[in-house]
Structures are given as structure tokens and as C-alpha cells.
């Protein structure tokens, strides 16, 4: 069985594959200062009725990567396989310097290539809302970033005396009659029409209509306030895809 590891800045999502099929999900807090031993703990606790016999990992954490994979190494008695640009990744990464490309954006685009048409834009609703797209030919061409949904939020709380800190939540109107509903119009609607505008100018770029392929925990929220909604909405998608680099790499 394959352990799918994808290290995030808030959370750290596991999931196991028998074959194709993912069997169960697992989700941690990214926590940088828990020592190696607690991540075995974990390990032991959350995988004991499974035989795993490979792992790959994607990071955008540098201080876990040691850390978890060494953990993850002694737990299951393998040689995980870390997420760089030194494995064969099945895409081309035509951007201006390769090493930038985040290694959930590399599994994200990985997993579009595989499963969708082409050209694609792949939406992670993350700690950052991030675009990964691929042009017609298969390429891994660039994409955008900009603050999750929570960065928002924190942002306008801790930057202003007065603004709550409140939840993402469905909000029925634009108009907000109270400030908890006006932040939720400004940041979940908000979102969603710059992820709808952005979508618009990344076509015109790529000079043709592209599948839209949502991941990430907001995707459902975001696409009820979109009037073009995400053509598919896949939660697993960055695991998908280091399934096939594993495939492609063991």
C-alpha cells in the first residue's frame, strides 16, 4: 500500500492507496516544532492495520521535511521518496526558474495532466488560493497566487482594531447589514469573483476555454457564488497526484 503525504503550511494531509483507490484520508496540523518521536506516534496510531510499503512526500514546510520523513522512514522500515525536480515528473515545468514550483502545485498539476483534457486550470482553495495551468500540449506554463480564504480573515482582524475574527460561512447577500456578513461578502464573494475573473484572463492568455478542476476544502463554498462554476471538483487531487509520480519515480 502507498502513503501519499501532502505537507501544507496549516495542515499535513495523508492518504492510502491500495492500486488506484484511495482507501482513507488523515489530516494533522503542521506542526513545526513536534519532534520526530510524536510523528511516529502518530504514524503508528493512524496506520496500524495498514502495510505500507511505499511513501512519497510533498512539502512546502523546508523545517518537516526532515523531520517527517524520517519518521515516516522508521515507522514503515522503507525509503520515502521526497518531492523535488529531480524526479521525473512526467510534465515539463516551463517556468522561468523550475525550483520555485511548489511540490502540492507540482502534484496538483501532475494529477490534472493525468486525469483531465487539456489545456487545464487547476484552483487549490489553500492557505494560498493558488492557479496551476497547463496549456494544450501537456506543459505545466505558470499560474497565480493569492490569499486563502483564512488569510483574509486574519488578516482583516489582526490588522484593524475593530474587524472580528469570524469563519468562513455561506453569506447570503452582497450587501452586508452587519460587519460579520459584510467580511463574509468581501472575502467569500470577493474570492470568488476574482477566482471567476482570473479564470477569464488565463483563457484569453491561453487562447482557448480550459477544464477548471477545483481542490482544496473551500471549493464547494467558493463555486456556490461563481456563475461559471468548476467543471470538476476534486478533493484528492494533489494525492492523485503523487500517486503517479510514485508510479512514475519507484
Do not use: W
Not at 518531492?83 to 490534472?112: F, M, Q, T
Not at 456578513?181 to 484572463?201: F, M, P, T
Amino acid at each position: 500500500m502507498l502513503l501519499a503525504v501532502d505537507i501544507g503550511n496549516t495542515n499535513i494531509t495523508l492518504g492510502v492507496f491500495e492500486n488506484e483507490s484511495i482507501l482513507e484520508t488523515f489530516r494533522l496540523a503542521s506542526d513545526r516544532e513536534l519532534p520526530e518521536e510524536e510523528y511516529e506516534i502518530l504514524l503508528h496510531t493512524l496506520f496500524k492495520k495498514y502495510d505500507i510499503d511505499g511513501c512519497i512526500i510533498a512539502s512546502v514546510v523546508d523545517e518537516l521535511n526532515k523531520t517527517f520523513k524520517t519518521a515516516v522512514d522508521n515507522v514503515f522500515h522503507i525509503d520515502s521518496m521526497l518531492l523535488s525536480d529531480k524526479l521525473n515528473l512526467g510534465i515539463k515545468l516551463k517556468l522561468k526558474n523550475p525550483k520555485e514550483a511548489g511540490a502540492d502545485r507540482v502534484a496538483n498539476a501532475c494529477g490534472a495532466y493525468m486525469l483531465y483534457s487539456k489545456p487545464a486550470i487547476i484552483v487549490d482553495l489553500g492557505t494560498a488560493t493558488t492557479f496551476d495551468i497547463i496549456d494544450k500540449n501537456g506543459d505545466f506554463v505558470g499560474g497565480v497566487i493569492m490569499p486563502g480564504l483564512n488569510l483574509q480573515f486574519r488578516a482583516l482582524n489582526s490588522n484593524t482594531s475593530k474587524l472580528p475574527r469570524i469563519e468562513a460561512d455561506t453569506v447570503d447577500k452582497a450587501i452586508g447589514d452587519c460587519t460579520a456578513d459584510a467580511i463574509l461578502s468581501g472575502v467569500i464573494r470577493g474570492s470568488a469573483c476574482a477566482i471567476e475573473g482570473l479564470i477569464s484572463q488565463c483563457e484569453a492568455e491561453l487562447g482557448e476555454k480550459a477544464v477548471i478542476v477545483a481542490t482544496g476544502g473551500y471549493s464547494q463554498l467558493i463555486s456556490k457564488y461563481m456563475s461559471r462554476g468548476f467543471d470538476y471538483v476534486n478533493p484528492y487531487l494533489t494525492l492523485e497526484g503523487l500517486r503517479f509520480l510514485y508510479e512514475l519515480n519507484k
